[in-house]
């Protein structure tokens, strides 16, 4: 494994771009929906872990749909099952980016007025 994985699987990234992370695991739970520029995204999926057999990719397996342009990732390098998953990363734009974020900044603020009606 002399390359890392995006030069080998290749697929195609605005690095400046933004996508829509979602993973799932083999158990049915699913990992919260986060945005990350092409450039994260890259990074992510270049991530390196160690096994009993050494270094070896977390993604094994990377295609992406040449219409949609969204790119899954297929990790089973880890020991635990259970955190084997699938990641997909779907490009979006600026504006469901912002909308996104609003979404979520809105979310903490809930959970903070929450949080100081209680008194904590």
Known sequence: MDNRPTEYFQPIISDYGYYAERMVFPD???????????TAVRDRIDQMTYTDSGEEWVYKDVTQDPHSRIITGVTTTSP?????HTATWAP??????????????AEWQ????????VGL
Do not use: P
């Not at 635990?80 to 084997?84: G, P, W």
């Open 80 to 84: 635990d099952k259970a955190n084997h």
């Open 92 to 105: 979006i734009t600026v504006g469901q980016r912002d909308s996104f974020e609003e979404a979520r900044a």
């Open 110 to 117: 809930e959970f903070w007025q929450a949080v100081a009606a």
């Open 28 to 38: 049915g739970r699913e990992g919260d929906m986060r945005v990350f520029t092409g």
